[in-house]
């Protein structure tokens, strides 16, 4: 395990402040994005660190957000389709509303041109508040919304929608193809969606049945790209897991995903699921030391997948249910609260924790990670 250390406090504490809120569904992101001062590059594998002054070959800023009507907070990635980039911002798009307006959709060019392709009006009949990011499905992109929609669940800017999957079109055209109401059919997706031979497939972090102080324990489900949605499971809250914050993947045919709460010891699970909707627990994390509440997606690895949870692991599973515990963080230095998903390049794992490090005194303010495989 090697050790990047962030010295940047604003870019960390945004970074968690928004997986959080993706978690509970209704807390805003706090701080600020930042640009991260300086580059660092590690001596050896016990973290010893060194500052190495940025160059302009290194590092680029193409855009800067503005807020407010330019859309702020960008917690999702970008996709990219025929050389443009396209994203989502969390909050933004409205100069009147100021920080709880409802987000937007962007494109940017590699030079960084910028352009808000649409805004989110929330209401009954549009979105808002597009926490995950965007996938393209023959030139269409289709994402989805926290909140807005004809449902009714209040946030803490007044919306009572319980969020909505839209396509939009590389111009800008922009639909509401389905409203979740937080009865059956889920309530609230964080994540984005998959592509599996032209059916999408997500996850609502509430709704279902009727379990989890009555607002649901998730569901899995499926959509057409024309709006016809399906709950292939109910999450009860119980071994079966709870609130799937985490979208999911493809593994030859069978999906994969983590719930960040239930199980047997209430500390999160991994699940498969088929796409008729049989699911089964494939694990059940005990918490603590041997990892609880997984909020990222998983990734596959030559047929093995890998994750972390927030309370400071990274996971190895089959998928056939043997985990093995790969590292755990023990704050300060090392990293603290992994939440984002992890990537590999040349038979190694890179990822970040939101937490620990060297900077923002005894929190820190995250880390960058490998792990050798």
């Known amino acids: 395990m090697r050790i990047l250390a962030f010295d940047c406090c604003a870019l960390s504490s945004c970074v968690a402040a928004a997986m959080l809120a993706g978690c509970g569904g209704s807390q805003p992101p706090t701080g600020a994005p930042g640009a991260m001062a300086q580059r660092y590059a590690i001596e050896s594998s016990r973290a010893k660190v060194r500052r190495i002054a940025p160059t302009s ?22 996709v990219d389709v025929r050389g443009m980039l396209y994203g989502t911002t969390d909050k933004g798009g409205s100069a009147s509303d100021g920080y709880f307006a409802n987000g937007i959709v962007y494109r940017t060019s590699t030079t960084g041109a910028t352009k808000v392709l649409h805004r989110f009006g929330g209401g009954d009949s549009d979105g ?28 803490e800017s007044g919306d009572s929608g319980c969020g909505t999957v839209y396509s939009i079109s590389t111009s800008g055209k922009e639909k ?25 497939y997500g996850t609502t972090a509430r709704g279902g049945a009727s379990a989890c102080s009555g607002n649901g324990c998730g569901t899995v489900y499926s959509i057409s790209t024309t709006g016809a949605e399906k709950v292939l499971y109910s999450f009860a809250g119980g071994s079966d ?30 699940y498969s699921i088929s796409t008729t909707g049989t699911e089964e627990v494939l694990y059940s994390f005990r918490g603590y030391s041997y990892g609880g509440e997984p909020l990222a997606p998983l990734i596959d690895v030559k047929g093995a997948l890998y994750g972390t949870t927030a ?3 990274v996971y190895s599973i089959s998928t ?26 040349n038979d190694t794992l890179y990822g970040t924790t939101t937490k620990g490090g060297s900077g923002c005194g005894h929190i820190g303010c995250g880390t960058i990670f490998t792990f050798s495989l």
């Open 176 to 200: 509401m193809l389905y409203s979740f109401a937080r009865g059956s059919d889920g309530a609230n997706p964080d994540a984005s969606l998959i592509d599996v031979n032209g059916t999408l």
């Open 128 to 155: 808002a508040r597009p926490f995950a990011g965007l996938i393209e499905v023959n030139g269409t992109l289709y994402g989805t919304t926290q909140w807005g929609g004809s449902g009714k669940c209040a946030n």
């Open 311 to 313: 309370y400071g692991t």
């Open 320 to 345: 056939t249910g043997a985990e093995t515990l790969l590292y755990h963080f023990t704050g300060e230095k090392s990293g603290e609260s992994p939440a984002a998903p992890l990537i590999v390049v």
């Open 241 to 270: 897991g709870a609130n799937p914050v985490a979208g999911l993947i493809d593994v030859k045919g069978t999906l994969y995903g983590t719930t960040s709460g239930g199980g047997s010891s209430d500390n999160g699970t991994v």
């Open 57 to 78: 070959s290194s590092y680029h800023l193409l855009y800067s957000f503005p807020r407010y009507r330019a859309g702020f907070y960008p917690t999702a990635g970008l």
